[in-house]
């Protein structure tokens, strides 16, 4: 069995230039997580998309020049540099385009994780078998994106109480959908 | 390899809707970032919230709704055609093609109930179903019942009975109000 280099180790083997092949690898490890990051905090995928390419590209450039001094901190690294570009408000398009420019075509091309589907059928019946409060909860909580506290207004119950109603309910739909709690 | 310490479905749904805490926030997505098995359930969580906002969307669930539903729903671009009525009330209702919602809003005096049932009883008052438990927001004047609209499409011409029955802290049931509902089928 081959076993997956470390993320220290492709750093290494990235820093001492032209190997593709770890380059490919930290794509393939990193991307999923970014996109997730971009998905969560920019709520659009094509916004997350964009994240995911800036962020591979600048850390990419960053480990080339060997600018990573503690090979063993990678995720952090491109955890921090996503957090910068979300929080940072974009840098502007020049300099995405300058990296595009320079590095675009090293990147490898971006797959998505298969996102699970669900049947809509089951899950109707699913949230039918949720007591109403939970019901309510789920609804509010991922239709409406309400937040706690408007939540608990509606219910005349507490915010943890709330906490609680929505645990309960995510677990009992995933057991109703046969996933794992 | 495995997790050694999984972040379950709960708590990542937390994190999605940004009602996990800073601290909280920071540690999860710090081991997102080096566990790509709870990066696969953060993504069932997602395929779950999208799922729900799809079966919202189609109006097929019956549940308790509230203004903020409904604001949203009329922001998303969906037609409610809603049906007020008073307790003792006989209402004349029907749902068109057009229509994504059906909404029938039950004015009652809410106070001092620490719980509301809605039952929900056949033309002779026998009753159905039973909503138990409901939520309702306190010193509220109403409820708002958001029936399915694919039922209510497909169903012939009938009258409906709703009652909202109302229970104190020692568990005394009080009736809050009975309101009729005659369907009119009004597609082929």
């Given at each position: 069995m081959e076993i997956a280099p470390t993320d220290a180790e492709l750093v290494v083997r990235i820093g001492s230039g032209g190997d593709r092949e770890a380059e490919a690898e930290l794509y393939r490890r990193m991307a999923p997580r970014v996109r997730l990051y971009g998905l969560r905090h920019l709520r659009d995928a094509a916004a997350a998309e964009d994240l995911l390419q800036e962020a591979?590209?600048?850390?990419?450039?960053?480990?080339?020049?060997?600018?990573?001094?503690?090979?063993?901190?990678?995720?952090?690294?491109?955890?921090?540099?996503?957090?910068?570009?979300?929080?940072?408000?974009?840098?502007?398009?020049?300099?995405?385009?300058?990296?595009?420019?320079e590095f675009g075509a090293d990147l490898p091309a971006a797959s998505a994780p298969p996102t699970p589907l669900l049947d809509g059928e089951r899950l109707l019946q699913c949230l039918r078998n949720l007591k109403e409060r939970e019901r309510s909860v789920v609804v509010m909580t991922f239709y409406d994106e309400r937040s706690g506290s408007d939540v608990a207004?509606?219910?005349?119950?507490?915010?943890?109480?709330?906490?609680?109603?929505?645990?309960?309910?995510?677990?009992?739909?995933?057991?109703?959908l046969g996933v794992e709690a | 390899m495995s997790c050694r310490s999984p972040i379950d479905a709960a708590r990542l749904a937390d994190y999605w809707i940004?009602?996990?805490?800073?601290?909280?926030?920071?540690?999860?997505?710090?081991?997102?970032?080096?566990?790509?098995?709870?990066?696969?359930?953060?993504?069932?969580?997602?395929?779950?919230?999208?799922?729900?906002?799809?079966?919202?969307?189609?109006?097929?669930?019956?549940?308790?709704?509230?203004?903020?539903?409904?604001?949203?729903?009329?922001?998303?671009?969906?037609?409610?055609r809603e049906y007020a009525s008073a307790p003792g009330?006989?209402?004349?209702?029907?749902?068109?093609?057009?229509?994504?919602?059906?909404?029938?809003?039950?004015?009652?005096?809410?106070?001092?109930?620490?719980?509301?049932?809605?039952?929900?009883?056949?033309?002779?008052?026998?009753?159905?179903?039973?909503?138990?438990?409901?939520?309702?927001?306190?010193?509220?004047?109403?409820?708002?019942?958001?029936?399915?609209?694919?039922?209510?499409?497909?169903?012939?011409?009938?009258?409906?009975?709703?009652?909202?029955?109302?229970?104190?802290?020692?568990?005394?049931e009080r009736a809050l109000g009975e309101y009729t509902f005659h369907h009119t089928r009004s597609m082929p």
């Amino acid at each position: 069995m081959e076993i997956a280099p470390t993320d220290a180790e492709l750093v290494v083997r990235i820093g001492s230039g032209g190997d593709r092949e770890a380059e490919a690898e930290l794509y393939r490890r990193m991307a999923p997580r970014v996109r997730l990051y971009g998905l969560r905090h920019l709520r659009d995928a094509a916004a997350a998309e964009d994240l995911l390419q800036e962020a591979m590209l600048t850390t990419l450039v960053a480990l080339r020049k060997g600018r990573l001094r503690e090979p063993e901190k990678l995720a952090s690294f491109v955890l921090g540099t996503c957090r910068l570009m979300v929080w940072g408000e974009r840098r502007g398009a020049s300099r995405k385009e300058m990296l595009l420019e320079e590095f675009g075509a090293d990147l490898p091309a971006a797959s998505a994780p298969p996102t699970p589907l669900l049947d809509g059928e089951r899950l109707l019946q699913c949230l039918r078998n949720l007591k109403e409060r939970e019901r309510s909860v789920v609804v509010m909580t991922f239709y409406d994106e309400r937040s706690g506290s408007d939540v608990a207004g509606f219910l005349g119950v507490s915010e943890a109480n709330v906490r609680v109603i929505r645990h309960r309910a995510i677990q009992r739909l995933r057991e109703c959908l046969g996933v794992e709690a | 390899m495995s997790c050694r310490s999984p972040i379950d479905a709960a708590r990542l749904a937390d994190y999605w809707i940004f009602a996990a805490n800073g601290p909280d926030e920071d540690a999860i997505e710090e081991h997102l970032f080096a566990c790509d098995e709870c990066g696969t359930r953060l993504r069932e969580v997602i395929a779950l919230a999208d799922a729900v906002r799809r079966v919202a969307r189609e109006g097929s669930l019956r549940m308790i709704v509230g203004d903020a539903f409904l604001r949203r729903v009329a922001q998303d671009g969906l037609r409610v055609r809603e049906y007020a009525s008073a307790p003792g009330d006989s209402v004349q209702c029907t749902v068109t093609a057009d229509d994504d919602l059906l909404v029938s809003r039950l004015a009652a005096d809410l106070s001092g109930a620490a719980r509301v049932d809605l039952s929900l009883c056949d033309e002779r008052g026998v009753e159905q179903q039973r909503l138990e438990d409901i939520p309702v927001r306190a010193g509220a004047a109403e409820v708002a019942l958001q029936e399915s609209i694919t039922r209510a499409k497909s169903m012939p011409s009938e009258t409906m009975i709703m009652r909202l029955v109302a229970f104190d802290d020692a568990g005394r049931e009080r009736a809050l109000g009975e309101y009729t509902f005659h369907h009119t089928r009004s597609m082929p």
